[in-house]
């Protein structure tokens, strides 16, 4: 299970951690990934990072820079800072884990999902 939280309203400009803590499973042994989907839109991919051991984190050009994806395996919580934030990064943001494959993934081909936590961000 996934669990989210940390989302919130913002204004433009500031910053919110999310944070995903999964309950059942180690997430080193997961590729984990970040998602978003805006009202109207379709799920979009914002950033992903293998396994323990598989050092490679990629990120969608429009959140380089200013979002962070890191993990604690103490607390088996994976998290997303999201600095500089602004109207469009608006939507449910969502965390998912796939276990074997060790490498990074940017589409949504995983095998656990949260339920999502809203991100709204005023201009």
């Known amino acids: 299970q996934l669990v989210e939280s940390g989302g919130g309203t913002v204004q433009a400009g500031g910053s919110l951690r999310l944070s995903c803590a999964a309950s059942?499973?180690?997430?080193?042994?997961?590729?984990i990934g970040w998602f978003r989907q805006a009202p109207g839109k379709e799920r979009d991919w914002v950033s992903c990072?293998?396994?323990?051991?598989?050092?490679?984190?990629y990120y969608e050009d429009s959140v380089k820079g200013r979002f962070t994806i890191s993990s604690d395996s103490a607390t088996n919580t994976v998290y997303l800072q999201m600095n500089n934030l602004k109207p469009e990064d608006t939507a449910v943001y969502s965390c998912?884990?796939?276990?074997?494959?060790?490498?990074?993934?940017?589409?949504?081909?995983?095998?656990?999902w949260g339920q999502g936590t809203q991100v709204t961000v005023s201009s």
């Open positions: 059942g499973f180690s997430l080193d042994d997961y590729t």
């Open positions: 990072t293998g396994s323990r051991g598989v050092d490679i984190t």
């Open positions: 998912a884990a796939r276990y074997g494959l060790g490498e990074p993934l940017t589409v949504p081909k995983y095998d656990y």
